[in-house]
């Protein structure tokens, strides 16, 4: 199973809402990491879990809270977001962590929009 | 800061022929240097990877080569189809840092 799953597919919240995207690998693979990317533009990377553990946050406002309850699952928290978060948000895991050394498969995606 | 350009935006090309396409990047040494194909609405499939000691790789009519002297990737796409339309991201490693280009938007003439 090469797949990466990402529920919800499409997700509309308003700027005081709480709610959660989930991802989901069955690969045994050790990396997993969130993008976001905005129409046009190049995915941009948020979040990378390595091995469970949080390894590169870029500078990521706390408005979104990743957790890795385990090594297959991958939540991003969203708490307080802007209209200008509205974006395709990626999910993708490789079998290491290492800056592209191993590709990287990405899930179809959560289309968020914030009203 | 580190910058990659992909040629252009989009790039049209008739079918059959080989479509080039091209990476470039400036105040960054990349170790690893990969090629996504993205759809519309989807996430990207990884094509190709090539590594800073490599100039060349393939994969049945697809062709990366990486120039760290010129910090160019050139990806080709022999006897190109309809199919292959799409948008083709590079994307730059090393270290703790990953960077994706914007893309070339690639339509297949038939």
């Known amino acids: 199973d090469t797949e990466v799953t990402q529920t919800p597919k499409h997700l509309v919240m308003g700027m005081t809402n709480k709610k959660s995207l989930k991802c989901e690998q069955h690969?045994?693979?050790?990396?997993m990491y969130w993008y976001k990317q905005k129409a046009k533009k190049p995915p941009e990377l948020m979040f990378v879990?390595?091995?469970?553990?949080?390894?590169i946050n870029e500078s990521v406002p706390s408005r979104f809270s990743p957790e890795c309850p385990n090594s297959s699952l991958l939540n991003l928290h969203l708490h307080a977001l802007q209209p200008e978060d509205s974006a395709l948000y990626l999910c993708?895991?490789?079998?290491?962590?290492?800056?592209?050394?191993?590709?990287?498969?990405f899930g179809p995606g959560t289309r968020l929009t914030v009203t | 800061s580190q910058k990659i350009e992909q040629n252009s935006e989009a790039l049209n090309i008739q079918e059959g022929k080989t479509a080039t396409l091209t990476c470039n990047y400036t105040?960054?040494?990349?170790?690893?240097l990969q090629w996504y194909r993205q759809d519309p609405g989807r996430g990207p499939v990884f094509l190709l990877l090539?590594?800073?000691?490599?100039k060349e790789k393939r994969k049945e009519r697809l062709k990366v080569t990486f120039d760290t002297t010129l910090k160019q990737s050139l990806f080709h796409i022999t006897a190109s189809q309809p199919a292959d339309s799409a948008t083709y991201l590079c994307?730059?490693?090393?270290?703790?840092?990953?960077?994706f280009g914007k893309g070339t938007r690639l339509h297949i003439l038939p």
């Open positions: 994307a730059l490693g090393r270290d703790d840092k990953i960077i």
């Open positions: 879990y390595s091995y469970e553990k949080l390894s």
């Open positions: 090539i590594r800073e000691n490599e």
């Open positions: 993708a895991s490789s079998q290491e962590a290492a800056s592209l050394s191993y590709e990287q498969y």
């Open positions: 105040n960054y040494s990349p170790a690893y």
């Open positions: 690969m045994g693979h050790r990396a």
